[in-house]
């Protein structure tokens, strides 16, 4: 085995960290940098990183802690999953390496925030937009059977928060008098920001039937997606999820607001959380649905765009 390298940094770490976990986390790290564990083709097993972690405490007792096996390998499993964790673990029995993309997010997220607000502007401005996403959240609520899609982001008559970025309508016919099914979409470019922003589709609720929050994330980091309180607030407010998955680089470039040159073919739409069903006032959908313009058979028919 090689000589181990940047012991101090390490030693430094130890000592600012009393907890398991935080060590383990450490100790992964360095241990999957030592072994140049960057790539899911390049993953170590558990007994290979526990292997290694033996033999640097045996060279480094003085500051490497003492760890069982066990707390070792399921705290590793714990913190592995961890959103804001370097350390990933494709699938189970996959073994670990070091995601170089949360890395990266890392910096960006930094150098935004010594960002001036005229630079923030020049780069929104180039950047992709939300509106850029509408496209493919169409198409989801087409292959979803809906009869009537629009974007309706641009639409100032329903008050604050009562304006979705898309509408989808089934319409069923019963008897000569239509049924009809509202579900909306608030999509972000990220969630950095997500327990504000799904206040937008939780407002929608008190008119539509289903409503959904809608955010980028990237392919390799899903699995590391901190759901748990994501998923209480979907389930409370009764709104569902859905996750734009991109490729690790062309996150990077959504979340770095560089000049994106995404081929959005390959934007998969999944349904993280799926939206239960909400049965709204009837005042509240005839409402909205005036603000959408729709005061009769002949537009609601002629409603956004339907599947050609």
């Known amino acids: 085995m090689s000589e181990f390298q940047k012991t101090d940094n390490l030693r430094k770490s130890l000592d600012n960290s009393h907890d398991r976990p935080s060590q383990i986390k450490i100790l992964s ?4 940098d030592h072994m140049k564990a960057t790539k899911p083709a390049s993953s170590k097993s558990t007994r290979e990183i526990l292997d290694v972690y033996k033999s640097l405490r045996d060279v480094y007792p003085d500051f490497i802690p003492d760890i069982p096996d066990n707390t070792f390998i399921v705290l590793l499993s714990k913190v592995s999953g961890e959103q804001n964790s370097r350390i990933n673990c494709p699938g189970r029995k996959q073994g670990y390496y070091l995601e170089q993309l949360v890395e990266k997010i890392e910096k960006i997220e930094s150098t935004e925030e010594k960002c001036g607000e005229e ?4 780069r929104v401005e180039q950047a992709i937009r939300e509106k850029d996403l509408y496209f493919k959240l169409k198409q989801w609520l087409f292959e979803k059977d809906f009869d009537r899609v629009s974007d309706t982001s641009t639409l100032k008559t329903n008050g604050k ?5 898309i509408v989808g309508l089934k319409i069923e016919d019963i008897y000569g008098r ?3 099914e509202i579900t909306t979409i608030e999509a972000k470019l990220t969630n950095d920001n997500w327990e504000e922003w799904i206040f937008e589709a939780v407002a929608h ?3 539509a039937n289903r409503s959904y929050f809608a955010f980028i994330y990237p392919e390799d980091l899903v699995n ?3 759901s748990t309180e994501l998923k209480l607030y979907a389930e409370h407010f009764r709104i569902g999820v859905l996750i734009l998955v991109v490729t690790g680089e062309d996150y990077i470039k959504i979340k770095s607001r560089q000049p994106a040159n995404i081929d959005f073919d390959n934007i998969k ?5 799926q939206a239960p069903f909400n049965q709204t006032h009837i005042k509240f959908r005839k409402k909205f649905l005036h603000a959408l313009d729709i005061l009769d058979l002949k537009r ?3 409603f956004g765009e339907e599947l050609n």
């Open 29 to 32: 790290e360095y241990i999957l």
């Open 119 to 122: 630079q923030q502007a020049i």
């Open 161 to 165: 928060w009562g304006n979705p970025d």
């Open 178 to 180: 239509p049924d009809i």
């Open 205 to 207: 609720t008190r008119f």
């Open 224 to 226: 590391k997606l901190d």
């Open 269 to 273: 739409v999944v349904e993280y959380f």
């Open 300 to 302: 609601l028919y002629a």
